[in-house]
């Protein structure tokens, strides 16, 4: 009859709910059959998985170290001897990017020394290709200590070696022999400068972008004024004009400031 609603009977009903209830099964069915899969790591196409390796030297191409994957060692944990936590899984050589050398300067020398620690993980280049970037977690933090293999030169920069996580001096290798660049206030360069670093002076350093620089302001000494190294100690050379006394002549002498 025209303007009435029809109702579907009980079985009708049932019959539906019937068909339903069978395809949400084949639904979790097929489901079940799908193996585990996780959200995919941005650029990489693969779940991100964090590993720990240890530097042991540059590689090719600026900001990339050659590394040991790392593993943590059981026996150690509760340790309270000194003895270090981590192992060589290997000695299986891994190209490492160091995401804080992304973009070295030009005159690039590496910011990290052999035993940093680095945390790590893959990266799909432009080329579909899996590489490792990470971050330095332990030294390699761009701030660090270093000790000078030279007395202040006739220039900006001074030579040093850095002190591994020990800390024990880098005498050979990555960490050795880099130049440290000094701001010099009033001049270019350190041997006329204050303060006066002889050889063997343990300094604070840090690197940007490839680029080691000293934390320490420098001042250039004004010579005009009489003031000199010497010694390697700041020296004012006073005016050696003779004055006359009646227990006899006095010169003046060259008086070192402490």
């Known amino acids: 009859m025209s303007g009435t609603t029809t109702t579907p009977s009980l079985k009708v009903v049932a019959r539906q709910l019937e068909k339903l209830q069978s395809e949400i ?29 240890e530097v042991q030297s540059a590689a090719t191409g600026d900001g990339i170290y050659n590394c040991y994957e790392q593993t943590l060692d059981a026996t150690e944990w509760e340790d309270t001897a000194g003895n270090p936590k981590f192992d060589d899984k290997d000695t299986t050589e891994v190209e490492i990017l160091n995401l804080g050398e992304f973009d070295p300067r030009s005159g690039y020398t590496p910011a990290l020394a052999k035993y940093d620690f680095i945390a790590a993980w893959k990266k799909k280049d432009d080329e579909d290709e899996s590489r490792w970037v990470g971050i330095p977690i332990i030294s390699g933090s761009m701030v660090r200590g270093a000790i000078t293999t030279e007395a ?33 206030t009033g001049g270019s360069a350190l041997n ?10 343990p300094i604070t350093v840090y690197c940007i972008q490839g680029k080691w620089w000293c934390d320490t302001n420098f001042q250039t000494i004004d010579t005009s004024k009489g003031l000199e190294i010497s010694n390697n100690k700041l020296a004012v050379k006073l005016d050696t004009t003779e004055m006359q006394f009646e227990s006899g002549k006095i010169s003046t002498k060259l008086y070192e400031c402490p």
């Open 192 to 201: 006329v400068a204050i303060p006066y670093l002889p050889d063997n002076t």
């Open 25 to 53: 099964e084949q639904i979790k069915a097929e489901q079940n059959k799908q193996p585990l899969r996780h959200p995919p790591a941005s650029g990489g196409g693969m779940g991100t998985v964090i590993k720990i390796f």
């Open 152 to 184: 202040s030169p006739a220039s900006d920069h001074i030579t040093c070696n850095l002190y591994n996580p020990t800390p024990v001096e880098i005498t050979s290798g990555l960490g050795s022999g880099i130049e440290v660049y000094c701001r010099i």
